[in-house]
């Protein structure tokens, strides 16, 4: 192969030249050049200057993604922090606030989904040893969490409704602001993972009407590492990582600045040109449908329309009968292809996905789950390159004519 042909853009994104340049100056080596390197906590000229860039970094953030405040915005290592720390944060705040009221036997109750991020579900089962209700609601066929679901799963003791924006593996897009709306009819808080939403759609939490999201740097091109976690003013809180108060009491810990600096500068990028991205990705995602959709023994996992915004642009996922993920991704690679068979995170798992077990599909055909997701530099040559080596290291087995 020429060159690498990269379709695994929902794992990660490359570095993007706009963070690269950002962080730039915070990684010369040297005491010499500490001059934007220094501790931000530090009353010296130099933790000022690296206070500024910090702050700067908090605003460029807050304003892209609509919130109202920059102590809205807390920096963080990354999602999984962001959604560990919302999760445990609010409902710990919320039982403690009952509990101060007089409600001493009071259990809180959350609500979530099947197809959540595992950093989400290992959140809720920790929880719910720790003595908290959960209810788990099961999407729609399509992977989609309905408002009448929720609706008929909220109770007097739930405190917390935690749905993601956009699927990670199927890119369904959940009805973030109905369900916020739900939720707070029934005095609960909202959080939503938004990861794989930030550059795909248009994120403004203030619209949203959210009490929580979270976000990743690297999945926009930002450094890995660098995350944030939005808090809405008045959102109870209790915070995950404790000791010298940093980020407004919520997430102590000596700052990256460099990592701030970086994912303020992707994010912006992202923003900007999200809308115009988003329509252009739509265009190589139906194709791939398409395409990949004739074959006899490939079925797509969602039925997506063309043209649909009910699903993200830029995830496309099927399941290819006969064959287990691992062994395509693998005979993609040695083409200079890189997909993945679903999260990141769970790829050396032997299991099939989760989310495409809520669906109803069956074991047997989620184990040969491929996703193929695209992203800044993603051409449709790359699309017409992957289609060509997907057949050849398929043609063996289905005897394609």
């Given at each position: 192969?020429?060159?690498?042909?990269?379709?695994?853009?929902?794992?990660?994104?490359?570095?993007?030249?706009?963070?690269?340049?950002?962080?730039?100056?915070?990684?010369?080596?040297?005491?010499?050049?500490?001059?934007?390197?220094?501790?931000?906590?530090?009353?010296?000229?130099?933790?000022?200057a690296?206070?500024?860039a910090?702050?700067?970094?908090?605003?460029?953030?807050?304003?892209?993604?609509?919130?109202?405040?920059?102590?809205?915005?807390?920096?963080?290592?990354?999602?999984?922090?962001?959604?560990?720390?919302?999760?445990?944060?609010?409902?710990?705040?919320?039982?403690?606030?009952?509990?101060?009221?007089?409600?001493?036997?009071?259990?809180?109750?959350?609500?979530t989904?099947?197809?959540?991020?595992?950093?989400?579900?290992?959140?809720?089962?920790?929880?719910?040893?720790?003595?908290?209700?959960v209810?788990?609601?099961?999407?729609?066929?399509?992977?989609?969490?309905?408002?009448?679901?929720?609706?008929?799963?909220?109770?007097?003791?739930?405190?917390?409704?935690?749905?993601?924006m956009?699927?990670?593996?199927?890119?369904?897009?959940?009805?973030?602001?109905?369900?916020?709306?739900?939720?707070?009819?029934?005095?609960?808080?909202?959080?939503?993972?938004?990861?794989?939403?930030?550059?795909?759609?248009?994120?403004?939490?203030?619209?949203l009407?959210?009490?929580?999201?979270?976000?990743?740097?690297?999945?926009?091109?930002?450094?890995?590492?660098?995350?944030?976690?939005?808090?809405?003013?008045?959102?109870?809180?209790?915070?995950?990582?404790?000791?010298?108060?940093?980020?407004?009491?919520?997430?102590s810990?000596?700052?990256?600045?460099?990592?701030?600096?970086?994912?303020?500068?992707?994010?912006?990028?992202?923003?900007?040109?999200?809308e115009?991205?988003?329509?252009?990705?739509?265009?190589?995602?139906?194709?791939?449908?398409?395409?990949?959709?004739?074959?006899?023994?490939?079925?797509?996992?969602?039925?997506?329309?063309?043209?649909?915004?009910?699903?993200?642009?830029?995830?496309?996922?099927?399941?290819?009968?006969?064959?287990?993920?691992?062994?395509?991704?693998?005979?993609?690679?040695?083409?200079?292809?890189?997909?993945?068979?679903?999260?990141?995170?769970?790829?050396?798992?032997?299991?099939?996905?989760?989310?495409?077990?809520?669906?109803?599909?069956?074991?047997?055909?989620?184990?040969?789950?491929?996703?193929?997701s695209?992203g800044?530099?993603?051409?449709?040559?790359d699309?017409?390159?992957?289609?060509?080596?997907?057949?050849?290291?398929?043609?063996?087995?289905?005897?394609w004519?």
């Amino acid at each position: 192969m020429d060159r690498l042909v990269y379709l695994d853009w929902a794992a990660t994104a490359p570095l993007c030249a706009e963070a690269a340049c950002a962080m730039k100056p915070f990684q010369v080596a040297g005491i010499e050049n500490l001059e934007l390197g220094g501790n931000a906590n530090s009353l010296h000229r130099i933790g000022r200057a690296a206070f500024s860039a910090l702050e700067e970094a908090r605003g460029s953030v807050m304003a892209d993604l609509g919130a109202k405040r920059p102590d809205e915005i807390v920096f963080t290592s990354g999602a999984t922090e962001a959604d560990n720390a919302a999760l445990f944060g609010i409902v710990s705040a919320c039982a403690a606030r009952k509990r101060q009221k007089g409600a001493k036997d009071f259990k809180p109750h959350v609500i979530t989904s099947s197809i959540e991020h595992d950093a989400v579900l290992a959140a809720v089962r920790v929880l719910e040893r720790c003595g908290c209700e959960v209810t788990v609601l099961a999407p729609d066929r399509q992977g989609f969490v309905e408002a009448r679901a929720l609706e008929a799963a909220l109770r007097e003791n739930t405190v917390l409704v935690s749905i993601h924006m956009v699927n990670n593996e199927i890119g369904s897009v959940q009805p973030v602001s109905e369900l916020a709306a739900l939720a707070h009819g029934a005095d609960a808080f909202f959080h939503t993972d938004a990861v794989q939403a930030l550059g795909k759609e248009y994120v403004d939490v203030g619209e949203l009407g959210v009490d929580a999201a979270s976000f990743s740097g690297h999945k926009v091109g930002g450094p890995k590492g660098s995350g944030v976690l939005y808090l809405r003013t008045g959102t109870p809180f209790d915070p995950l990582i404790v000791g010298g108060g940093q980020e407004s009491g919520r997430r102590s810990g000596t700052q990256n600045v460099c990592g701030a600096v970086g994912f303020a500068a992707a994010c912006k990028a992202a923003c900007a040109a999200q809308e115009d991205e988003a329509a252009r990705l739509r265009g190589m995602r139906d194709h791939l449908y398409e395409r990949l959709g004739a074959y006899e023994r490939v079925y797509p996992s969602v039925e997506v329309e063309p043209g649909s915004r009910d699903f993200a642009p830029h995830v496309v996922n099927v399941c290819v009968d006969g064959f287990e993920s691992e062994t395509l991704i693998l005979r993609l690679d040695r083409k200079g292809i890189a997909v993945s068979g679903g999260s990141a995170c769970s790829s050396h798992s032997l299991d099939p996905s989760h989310v495409l077990k809520a669906l109803g599909i069956a074991s047997d055909r989620a184990l040969g789950s491929l996703r193929i997701s695209l992203g800044r530099s993603t051409v449709p040559e790359d699309v017409e390159t992957f289609l060509a080596a997907f057949k050849e290291s398929t043609e063996e087995a289905f005897s394609w004519s």
